[in-house]
């Protein structure tokens, strides 16, 4: 999409450039739209090659690269996620339909809901009474979603704006893996700029567990109840987290490591550690 066919943008650049992703500049996705709004990130983004927008401030105009396309705003994030809604609710941007497919050998029990477009039932899967399966979800053979649990509900995420708080729309979705069981009562956001909440094969959530949006948890993971993990944060292989446990948003935690009961992890967790405590204080197994 080129940043001309945008309202919100008019009078506020000077050169057109046509992109094809929004998110943070962490992102990794190609042709991106991105905001920044202090000085500690512009040094990664003068590194990086995949942003090729950026809505900044007239302050910060001068550090930036001078190859990479400037929108001027005073409210960089602000004008970031009105545009990211702007592209959710008034264009095909994030559109991403799919057929909806539902195997014989799946069992969904009556009172179920399936959303009727963009969703994807496995063989054998088992989706148990007041499960919510919303649209934009993938679920792959042998999964089991025990009562009450919602698949692809809207995530948290808000922006205080010069109108009140903005609500943010969430363009992306769930992706269940071959041979995952949710328990009981547990929440799976979908991701926010068209990424999706992934849940790799063979991890296992007891019940009351939430992901947020746009997660990553590998294979092999064991939740325990009362387990939330905060946005966009990554959960490697063969991870252990114990009940009651909290992952702050956009932490990292290593394969083959150990979350006590109770800890809150603020800081990013290398493979094969164990951490106990709030704030979690973690070692090398």
């Not at 996705?29 to 942003?51: A, Q, R, T």
């Amino acid at each position: 999409m080129l940043v001309s066919d945008i309202d919100l943008f008019k009078s506020l650049y000077t050169r057109n450039v046509s992109f094809s992703h929004l998110g943070f500049v962490s992102s990794l996705e190609s042709e991106l739209l991105s905001f920044c709004e202090s000085e500690e990130y512009v040094n990664d983004i003068n590194n990086s090659s995949n942003i090729v927008c950026l809505i900044t401030t007239k302050e910060l105009a001068s550090s930036f690269n001078h190859k990479l396309r400037l929108i001027i705003n005073e409210k960089p994030k602000q004008l970031f996620y009105e545009v990211h809604n702007y592209l959710f609710e008034k264009t095909s941007f994030y559109q991403k339909d799919i057929s909806s497919f539902i195997a014989d050998t799946s069992r969904i029990y009556p009172k179920a809901y399936i959303a009727e477009r963009n969703i994807h039932i496995g063989n054998n899967v088992v989706i148990e009474p007041n499960v919510t399966i919303l649209e934009n979800v993938f679920i792959d053979d042998n999964v089991i979603i025990r009562s009450g649990s919602v698949i692809g509900s809207e995530g948290f995420q808000y922006v205080r704006s010069d109108n009140g708080i903005l609500s943010v729309k969430h363009a992306g979705g769930v992706v269940l893996k071959k041979n995952v069981e949710i328990g009981a009562n547990c929440c799976i956001d979908k991701g926010v700029f068209g990424e999706n909440t992934v849940l790799e094969e063979n991890t296992k959530l007891d019940n009351l567990v939430h992901i947020a949006h746009a997660c990553r948890i590998g294979r092999r993971c064991l939740l325990a109840a009362g387990v939330i993990v905060a946005g966009s944060s990554i959960v490697g292989d063969d991870v252990w987290i114990g009940p009651g446990a909290i992952i702050s948003n956009q932490i990292s935690i290593g394969k083959e490591s150990f979350v006590s009961l109770g800890s809150v992890v603020i800081k990013n967790m290398p493979q094969n550690s164990y951490g106990i405590g709030n704030p979690c204080r973690f070692a090398i197994k």
